[in-house]
C-alpha cells in the first residue's frame, strides 16, 4: 500500500499487541514510526518497537538530538495516518483538550493527519463520564474510533475495554486509506447521519443515432468526491451518474443514466431527499428527431442536425412539491463569475451555488477554486485538491444541519 502510519503506544497492557500490529502493518506493506509514551515504556521496550518497525523509536519531547534529527512538527506530519494503540484514557483526556505536555501529545496536537485511536482500558475507566465526552470531543473534531471490544480484561472484569486485535486495526487503517469509513466497527463524526442526499454528477450524453451522441469534457471527480464525503458523515448518498470512468465511492448508492431525461427521471424517483446537489454537467440540448438507425455517410445531403432543450433538472427539483430542504447548484463560468452565479441563484431558485472558474483545468482535474454564493453570503475558497474541496463542502453542509 506505500502509506505510513505513526504509532504512539501509550500505557497499558495491551500494548504488547501494538507490537504485533507493526508486523501486521508491514505484511501489508504499511511502514511504522513509533511514539512511545513513558507508560508505552513500562510494558514494552523501545528495543523491540524498534526492532520490528526497522527505525528509530521516538520518546522524549526534549531530546536534542531527536529535534535536531526529525522534529516533532515533523515527525507529526510525515505519516499519512495517525494511530494511537493502546489510547488510555490519559492520552484521549489530554488529546481532547489540547494538552500537548510530552512528545505523543505534542504530536497529536501539531498533526494535520486524520487520527485512529484505538481505546484500552478498564471498563470503569471507558464508561466513565469523563472519558465518553473526551470520546465525543474527538470524534467531533475528526477522529476515528475502533473499538474497545467487549470481553474478559488483563483486570479481571469483564465489559467493553479490550483492544481491538492487530488485523481488525491494520483493516481499519486500510479502509481509512481507501476513504471507506461508512462500514461498521469504525466510527467516526457521522453529523449526517439519518439524512438522505441526492447528486448527481459527470456528463449526459445526447444520442444523435444509436453510435454517435452529443456530451461534453465533464469527468464526474468532483461529484463523485462529494458524495464520498457526505457518505463518510454519514448520509445516505444516492447518486445518479452520466457516463464516466471511475468508480463510485464505498458506501454510495449508484444509479447510472445516459441522458439529462433519464437523469432528471431518476432524481424525481430518488425523493424524498433532505439536499439535492446538481454536480452534472447536464447537456443543455438534445439532437430533436434522433434516429434509431445509424445514419448512413453516403447519402448526397449532410444531415441536418435540429436540437430541443433539456429539461433543468436544478430548477425542476428547486420547485419540486417535495422540495429537498437544501439545494445546491454549481455554476461553471469563466468570468464574472459571482455576478453570475447570484443570478444563477434566482433563476434556478436554489439555495447555495457553488460557483467555480472553468477558464483553468477543473473539467477533467483533480483541482478546483470554489466560491460558495448564499443569498447573503460569498466565501472563496483557496485552489484545493477536488477531495478537500468535497470534504469542505461536505462539512459545510452537516453544519447547516448541526
Ligand atoms: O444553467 P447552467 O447550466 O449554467 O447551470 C448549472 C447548474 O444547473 C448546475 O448545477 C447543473 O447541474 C444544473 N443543470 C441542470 N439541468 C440542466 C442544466 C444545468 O440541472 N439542464
Not at 208 to 235: C, E, F, W
Not at 246 to 265: F, N, Q, W, Y
Request: glycine fraction near 8%; hydrophobic fraction near 40%; include cysteine.
Amino acid at each position: 500500500m506505500n502509506k505510513r502510519v505513526l504509532l504512539i503506544i501509550g500505557g497499558g497492557i495491551a500494548a504488547y499487541k501494538s507490537l504485533f500490529l507493526i508486523r501486521v502493518l508491514a505484511r501489508r506493506g504499511i511502514t511504522t514510526r513509533v511514539i512511545l509514551t513513558k507508560g508505552g515504556s513500562e510494558f514494552v521496550t523501545a528495543l523491540s518497537a524498534g526492532g520490528l518497525s526497522g527505525d528509530k523509536v521516538y520518546t522524549d519531547l526534549f531530546d536534542l538530538t531527536d529535534e535536531a534529527d526529525m522534529g516533532h512538527i515533523e515527525l507529526s506530519r510525515s505519516a499519512d495516518l495517525v494511530v494511537v494503540a493502546p489510547a488510555t484514557a490519559d492520552l484521549m483526556a489530554k488529546a481532547a483538550h489540547g494538552i500537548a505536555n510530552d512528545l505523543a501529545t505534542t504530536t497529536l496536537s501539531a498533526t494535520d493527519k486524520r487520527t485512529l485511536y484505538v481505546p484500552a482500558m478498564n471498563v470503569r475507566m471507558w464508561e466513565n463520564p469523563a472519558t465518553q465526552r473526551n470520546v465525543k470531543t474527538l470524534t467531533e473534531d475528526g477522529a476515528f474510533f475502533l473499538g474497545p471490544d467487549e470481553g474478559e480484561m488483563a483486570c479481571g472484569e469483564f465489559g467493553f475495554g479490550r483492544m481491538a486485535e492487530p488485523e481488525e486495526i491494520a483493516d481499519a487503517v486500510e479502509k481509512i486509506f481507501k476513504g471507506d469509513t461508512t462500514l461498521d466497527g469504525l466510527r467516526g463524526p457521522k453529523p449526517l447521519k439519518g439524512k438522505h442526499v441526492l447528486i448527481t454528477a459527470g456528463p449526459t450524453r445526447e444520442p444523435i443515432d444509436p453510435v454517435r451522441y452529443l456530451s461534453n469534457h465533464s469527468s464526474g471527480k468532483q461529484g463523485y468526491a462529494i458524495a464520498g464525503a457526505l457518505a463518510t458523515m454519514g448520509a445516505k448518498v444516492t447518486l445518479v451518474s452520466g457516463p464516466v470512468a471511475i468508480d463510485a465511492p464505498p458506501g454510495v448508492d449508484l444509479v447510472k443514466v445516459e441522458t439529462a431525461r433519464e437523469m432528471l427521471s431518476a432524481c424525481e424517483q430518488a425523493l424524498p431527499a433532505n439536499v439535492f446537489i446538481s454536480v452534472a454537467a447536464v447537456a443543455d440540448w438534445r439532437p430533436n428527431n434522433s434516429s434509431n438507425k445509424k445514419i448512413k455517410k453516403d447519402q448526397s445531403d449532410i444531415p441536418p442536425l435540429t436540437l430541443a432543450e433539456n429539461p433543468d433538472i436544478l430548477k425542476t427539483l428547486s420547485g419540486a412539491r417535495d422540495r429537498p430542504d437544501l439545494v445546491i447548484g454549481f455554476a461553471a463560468e469563466t468570468n464574472d463569475v459571482v455576478k453570475h452565479a447570484k443570478a444563477k441563484l434566482s433563476k434556478k431558485g436554489c439555495d447555495w451555488i457553488v460557483a467555480n472558474d472553468v477558464s483553468g483545468d477543473v473539467m477533467g482535474g483533480d483541482h478546483n477554486a470554489m466560491i460558495l454564493v448564499t443569498s447573503n453570503d460569498v466565501e472563496e475558497w483557496p485552489r484545493l485538491t477536488k477531495q478537500d474541496a468535497a470534504r469542505r463542502l461536505a462539512i459545510k453542509i452537516a453544519e447547516e444541519f448541526s
